[in-house]
């Protein structure tokens, strides 16, 4: 059974720093596409950040590139999502997602496996 589970959220002043956790399990293959989504309360969810595991191509929204970055360790089925600069609008509840096939990129309706997510609050 795959399992996603998040860590790493919390309250943050603006101009501040959150680095998340995602730590898949039970997925069987070596290769996958792990994304970064979030989701503000009344909006609907977006593509935040992309990593492909085989080739370690990443992707980023424009509206958090140069801010956050995606990074990976390998060895503790781990993906990390280093958040800088964080500002009020960054507020979300924020999910990471598996893609098998490798196609998804930031379109969340692609992705096959959800964690619960975590929570990051800035405040202004």
């Known amino acids: 059974q795959v399992q996603l589970v998040e860590s790493g959220g919390g309250s943050v002043q603006a101009g501040g720093s959150l680095k998340l956790s995602c730590v898949v399990s039970?997925?069987?293959?070596?290769?996958?596409?792990l994304g970064w989504f979030r989701q503000a309360p009344g909006k609907e969810r977006e593509g935040v950040a992309v990593?492909?595991?085989?080739?370690?191509?990443?992707a980023y929204a424009d509206s958090v590139k140069g801010r956050f970055t995606i990074s990976r360790d390998r060895a503790k089925h781990t993906t990390y999502l280093q958040m800088n600069g964080l500002q009020p609008e960054d507020t979300a509840m924020y999910y990471c997602?598996?893609?098998?096939?490798?196609?998804?990129?930031?379109?969340?309706?692609?992705?096959?496996?959800w964690g619960k997510g975590t929570q990051v609050t800035v405040s202004s």
């Open positions: 997602a598996v893609d098998p096939k490798g196609l998804g990129h930031l379109n969340a309706n692609k992705y096959d496996y």
């Open positions: 039970g997925y069987t293959y070596a290769t996958y596409t």
């Open positions: 990593v492909y595991t085989g080739s370690g191509f990443t």
